[in-house]
């Protein structure tokens, strides 16, 4: 009997792939009939977690801390992250403010959810993270793009937002440093930006992967920011699927709600395990730091040696943002084709908004001697792109 109630909703409908995830999973499938892929595709840290990390977690394991934690998460955690905030930035908050969950996707849904109405706006940057519009759409919200340019270093001008900003604007969503261009905000941007009295949702889960220029917080400029971070790139404990969000007091309780009936909670083992890096993986995280900032310089100089100057140096997270367009004006195909000719998996530039259109990404959290292997086939594959 056929069963005519089945259906899929349009808002299911509406959420696009994330193409990064999709280069991925192509790539697994090749790698499963034996082929070798030089993987500069995915934003995953190539480093094992801290051992003082996987030594907490053990220890947690022992003590039979695996039930669940409170729906924010287990008050050592929120206590540690605020005073790691008071460290590094000079800020105060209370540890009440932090909201654990489970990676940051959560933390961005929820926020989302407490600020949007349909029809609300959101201003960002176009180039952007892939699934920031997705995250505002599902909850009935309309993403508000502003180009950002290669030949400004792709700065977000505050004075494009003053432009943009009407009574639908409910928040401004920045990321600094950017994925995926590796732009830092300056601190007279940040400072223009909250100026302008519109909430600001502030994603800075690659703070600590800083290479040019200083290391900031929203939360140094305005008190009643959103900041959205977590582990999963600075410490390599992408696996753990552990984040967070500093959030104003009066959004506290709404979080706590939305946390309580769609997550529970964040995992317990992994909350002990964050406790640990933010406590003893200092060491970890400057080893991991440097030898970012070493890979990124040799991913640079070896696209300049194929062709292929960057006009925009990243200044942090892990990516390079590669003008292709002398190549293409379709990344996604171009992406598919250096895949299955080249056997290097790429991102398309597409997947980070229009503005990215005829631009790859290329990650440099993986070794050295893997990223040259790929600039190796990637000058193979290019000097032969436009014969017959």
């Not at 090749?30 to 500069?40: K, Q, S």
């Not at 105060?92 to 706006?121: C, H, W």
């Not at 195909?333 to 290097?344: G, Q, R, Y």
Request: aromatic residues 10%; charged residues 25%.
């Amino acid at each position: 009997m056929v069963n005519n109630r089945l259906f899929i909703t349009d808002r299911a409908n509406a959420v696009t792939p994330f193409l990064v995830m999709e280069i991925l999973e192509k790539a697994k499938e090749m790698e499963l009939r034996g082929e070798d892929i030089v993987h500069l595709e995915v934003g995953e840290p190539d480093f094992d977690s801290p051992k003082c990390v996987k030594d907490a977690a053990k220890e947690a394991i022992d003590r039979s801390e695996t039930r669940y934690s409170p729906s924010l998460g287990l008050r050592q955690l929120r206590e540690a992250i605020a005073d790691d905030y008071r460290k590094k930035y000079g800020v105060k908050f209370s540890y009440e403010r932090v909201v654990i969950t489970s990676g940051t996707s959560p933390v961005l849904q929820m926020i989302f959810a407490a600020l949007l109405e349909r029809g609300d706006e959101v201003i960002m940057t176009d180039p952007h993270y892939a699934c920031y519009p997705s995250f505002v759409n599902f909850f009935g919200g309309t993403p508000v793009y502003i180009k950002t340019w290669e030949e400004d270093n792709f700065r977000l001008n505050p004075a494009d937002i003053l432009s943009r900003i009407t009574e639908k604007t409910r928040a401004i969503l920045i990321n600094s440093p950017s994925n995926p261009t590796g732009t830092i905000l300056s601190v007279p941007d940040m400072q223009e930006i909250v100026k302008m009295a519109i909430p600001v949702v502030s994603d800075e889960i690659y703070n600590g992967l800083i290479y040019d220029g200083e290391e900031r917080s929203i939360l140094e400029f305005c008190d009643n920011a959103f900041v959205v971070d977590g582990f999963s790139k600075r410490y390599a404990m992408t696996g753990w699927r552990l984040g967070f969000a500093v959030v104003p007091e009066i959004y506290v309780r709404p979080m706590q709600r939305l946390a309580q009936n769609f997550f529970i909670s964040a995992p317990t083992v992994s909350q002990w395990a964050g406790i640990a890096a933010l406590d003893k993986a200092g060491e970890d995280l400057e080893i991991m730091r440097m030898e970012y900032g070493r890979r990124r310089d040799f991913l640079l100089g070896g696209l300049k040696k194929i062709g292929l100057d960057v006009a925009s140096d990243p200044a942090g997270a892990f990516y390079v943002f590669v003008n292709m367009r002398a190549y293409t004006d379709d990344s996604l195909a171009f992406a598919l084709d250096i895949l299955e000719k080249a056997k290097v998996a790429v991102s398309p530039g597409i997947d980070f908004g229009e503005g990215g259109e005829g631009f790859i990404r290329l990650s440099y959290a993986t070794s050295i001697e893997r990223i040259e292997e790929g600039l190796t086939r990637l000058e193979k594959y290019l000097s032969s792109y436009f014969q017959p």
